[in-house]
């Protein structure tokens, strides 16, 4: 019976997550086109709000074409590890007191191990498509993942010295629920550090090299096409969605807000998030693209030396105050 | 009976390390069909060779079967971003080889579509340049007056981009109220439209790092590589034909040739936005004084198509006849060659004639600038990384239907 309920519970959580991914990318097309003095999506529903259905229908209904000299079975398989290691993240993410999947001690480190683990899934695409501009993506991302990996981690390190504990739940309530509570506050650099690893994790504009258009054609995506190449699609977006409620539960208090919604406790945890997901959408219609070697620079000579700081500060202030 | 010989191909040392890589011709980041061939390391170009040739149509061939007057057309499709230009190119040259005197209102207006079409070529590579460098946003934002401009070529000559608006001895439609009502419009609106972009990436630091000290080149070597237009002026150079060997009315016209001082890409950027702008002050002192009178000259008539009023010719007869029919009648300047060159937005533009006498050229040859810049190519891709070289291939502003011909 227990059995039973977890997986409607799981069911329910990918349904309405799967819905969101759905719209977000309306989200985003709506948002740059105004950006952009154009309209974005307007024919298909009102205001095109059945775009996101309409393109859903189309990759699933499209031909999943497998390249010849491609290697078949990691071909096949590399979307289903983005997508299934981003998926997997969600489980630990607590949406509003008491609405988590799976309540573990080591939240933060879970989500941490999966999305490394998603680069996976973009360095064999990169490598089984058997192209040439593939695999200069796959190459990219491996390198990006490496150099960004590490600032992302210990920029939260302050958040878990501060709260003392790995687990979400823990680290929203030790925030408390007043506005200046909030570890943004205290972890400034730490959350500057965070977001623009954030940016470069989820492989999005000005970090957007592995699938860089202008140069790479599409990157690792370059030889997928139908359902294939909409579940790495889904998978960036579920990664957008996983990161930007890391930043909400660490840095913006998570569902705490300035007063309680009734019947629907995530209000702020998803207000919050799709805050995130307009400041990735913003940046999108407004930064031009980084280098290669200025990405890495900016990772290990700034990124990193920045986020040992905001340890070493954290540590002293926590020496000085006990 | 035949002997069998192996032949050894040498490779270079170090050649299996390289990863080859063909970038085009189908690539979004190549303005049309230019394949680069390119042998990297890691992310860097060790050799890089570009290759031309895929939108080949043998229009300079082609241009021995047709009469000077039908080749006008063909003028359209070699840069097919600004044909205006081309098309006064092309018939300052037949003009001076066939002594045809251009009526002052239609030098005029060949100034002012020249510039508009030089606006709306560089708001193209601004768009496109943009957008190899990844900034989205500042493509669509130059798109938005470029459609105006177009717009306004439609209303002129009935085409947007194939437009065959010249022709020999003047130009083909007068100007309305309307189009200088609405040409007047965007001259007065335009240069907040450039702040506007110039806003949007001009001191954005990504942009800065990605054009500043790329694809850098010395005045002298720019020199070499034959480079004109705001590619040369870019390192540095002041040559511009307007300038210096002027056509049509620019010599009536004030305006000043930005030069740039480093000679990289961001000094090439700040050239062609520093000519928006003079362009526009140049299409502000067209509307200002142009003068009235005919747009065809009086010594020409018989090379207009169709059939001015009061100017009964035969309907019937083909253009070619009645060209041929006045080269007889003059009877000079039928026989020799010329080069005479005019700048076009991606720089000098040149047409050579070698004319028999015959009312078709005998040889046409066109000096166009995209494919000078094109071989540039190969020396500036050296040593860069791959997203550099496309940075390179948009700031050499670079079209491949002029390129190929």
Sequence with gaps: MQILTIVLQIAILLAIVLLHVAYATYFERKIIGHMQVRLGPMMVGYHGLLQPIADGIKSFFKEDIVPEQADRPLFLFAPVICLVTMLT?????????????????????????????ASYGVILAGWASNSKYTFLGGLRSMAQVISYELPLG??????????????????????????????????????????????????????????AETELVSGYITEYSGMRYALFFMAEYIGMMVMSSIGTICFLGGWNGPFEVPFFPPFWFILKVYGFLFLFIWIRATLPRYRYDQLMALGWKLLLPLALLNIFLTGLFKILVH | MTETKTVDIPVQNGDEDRYQLKLGPQHPATHGVLRVDLDLDGETI???????????????????????????????????????????????????????????????????????????????????????????????????????????????????????????????????????????????????????????????????????????????????LCLTGASLRGSGVDYDVRKHMPYAAYDKMEFEVPVGETGDTYARYRCRMEELRQSNYILRQCIDMMPPGPIVGNDAPDLVMPIKPGKQLEVDVHAGNALFNLIEDRN??????????????????????????????????????????????????????????????????????????
Excluded at chain 2, 101 to 128: D, G, N, Q, Y
Excluded at chain 2, 194 to 207: G, L, V
């Design chain 2, 46 to 224: 060790v050799e890089c060779d570009p290759k031309v040739g895929y939108l080949h149509r043998g229009f300079e061939k082609l241009a021995e079967h047709r009469t000077f007057a039908q080749n006008i057309v063909l003028t359209d499709r070699l840069d097919y971003i600004a044909a205006m230009s081309n098309n006064v190119g092309y018939c300052e040259a037949v003009e001076k080889l066939l002594a045809i005197e251009v009526p002052e209102r239609a030098k005029f207006l060949r100034v002012m579509v020249c510039e508009m079409s030089r606006i709306s070529s560089h708001l193209l590579w601004l768009a496109t340049h943009a957008l190899d460098i990844g900034a989205m946003t500042v493509f669509l934002y130059c798109f938005r007056e470029r459609e105006v401009l177009l717009e306004l070529f439609a209303e002129l000559c009935g085409a947007r981009l194939t437009t065959t608006y010249t022709r020999l001895g003047g130009v083909r439609q007068d100007v309305t109220h309307s189009i200088m009502a609405k040409l007047d419009q965007f001259v007065e609106k335009f240069p907040s439209c450039i702040e506007e972009y110039e806003t949007m990436i001009d001191t954005n630091r990504i942009w800065l790092k990605r054009t500043i000290g790329i694809g850098q080149l010395s005045a002298e070597k720019a020199v070499d």
């Design chain 1, 89 to 117: 993240s969600l489980a630990v993410i607590p949406f509003a007191k008491g609405w988590v999947l799976a309540d573990i001690n080591i939240g933060l480190l879970f989500i941490f191990a999966m999305s490394s683990l």
């Design chain 1, 154 to 211: 210990l920029s939260l390190v302050g958040v878990m010295m501060l709260s003392g504990s790995l687990n979400l739940t823990t680290i929203v309530d030790s925030q408390g629920s007043s506005f200046s509570s909030m570890y943004l506050f205290p972890q400034l650099i730490g959350f500057f550090v965070f977001f623009v690893a954030m940016l470069a994790e989820t492989n999005r504009v000005p970090f957007d090299l592995p699938e």
């Design chain 2, 332 to 405: 000079v300047f039928m026989e020799g060659d010329i080069y005479v060159a005019t700048e076009v937005p991606k720089g000098e533009l040149g047409f050579y004639f070698i004319s028999d006498g015959l009312g078709r050229p005998y040889r046409m040859h066109i000096r166009s600038p995209s494919f000078l810049h094109i071989g540039a190519l190969g020396t500036m891709g050296k040593g860069v990384m791959v997203a550099d070289l496309i940075a390179i291939i948009g700031t050499l502003d670079v079209v491949l239907g002029e390129c190929d011909r």
